[in-house]
T-cell receptor, first 111, second 113 residues
Framework: TQLLEQSPQFLSIQEGENLTVYCNSS?????LQWYRQEPGEGPVLLVT???GGEVKKLKRLTFQFGDARKDSSLHITAAQPGDTGLYLC???????????WGAGTKLIIKP | NAGVTQTPKFQVLKTGQSMTLQCAQD?????MSWYRQDPGMGLRLIHY???????DQGEVPNGYNVSRSTTEDFPLRLLSAAPSQTSVYFC????????????FGPGTRLTVL
């Protein structure tokens, strides 16, 4: 059983559309991170959110941490082919040196 | 800076063989970790280290050994490979562990026949 559930598992949309992917848990996390992974490479950090209700923007990407610090969302506005990749969320609980990872959302943006 | 480097990039083993996956970082990070990535399961932590001489088990440690004799290097040893260990292996490092940014290597794709 995944402690962090990501949805959808797979999403294929046209360039220019908006989308939201989710990362949900029944557990509380002290912080949550989003990474993007491209084929044949390791994940790369996009953002870290640490405060319940926090919203962070990275150009066309908007990240939100739930008020109860159990869930997060990633919204992409006007998706571009360069946004294609595997989006992973990872949570930190009580600083025990172990990140909990979701299974990821595979995103394909078609030109 | 090279960041996090891993060797080899690809490896095929027969059941029962042993091998060492190499990982090195040049960022003077205290924390290093090994993950395996399998389809539909995300990243699972195998072992981690919070500094030279200190290692601990993660979620899936069975069948793997690690050591941390220097800050820079964190090798992962498979003592007797099994088909269930077929996976992509990633090494990562960070300044002092989560929630600090994890920097990942390019991965090693291992197939055990």
């Amino acid at each position: 059983t995944q402690l962090l559930e990501q949805s959808p598992q797979f999403l294929s949309i046209q360039e220019g559309e908006n989308l939201t992917v989710y990362c949900n848990s029944s557990s509380v996390f002290s912080s949550l991170q989003w990474y993007r992974q491209e084929p044949g490479e390791g994940p790369v950090l996009l953002v870290t959110v640490v405060t319940g209700g926090e919203v962070k923007k990275l150009k066309r990407l908007t990240f939100q941490f739930g008020d109860a610090r159990k869930d997060s969302s990633l919204h992409i506005t006007a998706a571009q082919p360069g946004d294609t990749g595997l989006y992973l969320c990872a949570g930190d609980r009580d600083s025990n040196y172990q990140l909990i990872w979701g299974a990821g959302t595979k995103l394909i943006i078609k030109p | 800076n090279a960041g996090v480097t891993q060797t080899p990039k690809f490896q095929v083993l027969k059941t029962g063989q042993s091998m060492t996956l190499q990982c090195a970082q040049d960022m003077n990070h205290e924390y290093m970790s090994w993950y395996r990535q399998d389809p539909g399961m995300g990243l699972r932590l195998i072992h981690y280290s919070v500094g030279a001489g200190i290692t601990d088990q993660g979620e899936v440690p069975n069948g793997y050994n690690v050591s941390r004799s220097t800050t820079e290097d964190f090798p992962l040893r498979l003592l007797s490979a099994a088909p269930s260990q077929t996976s992509v292996y990633f090494c990562a490092s960070s300044y002092r562990g989560p929630p600090n940014e994890q920097f990942f290597g390019p991965g090693t794709r291992l197939t055990v026949l």
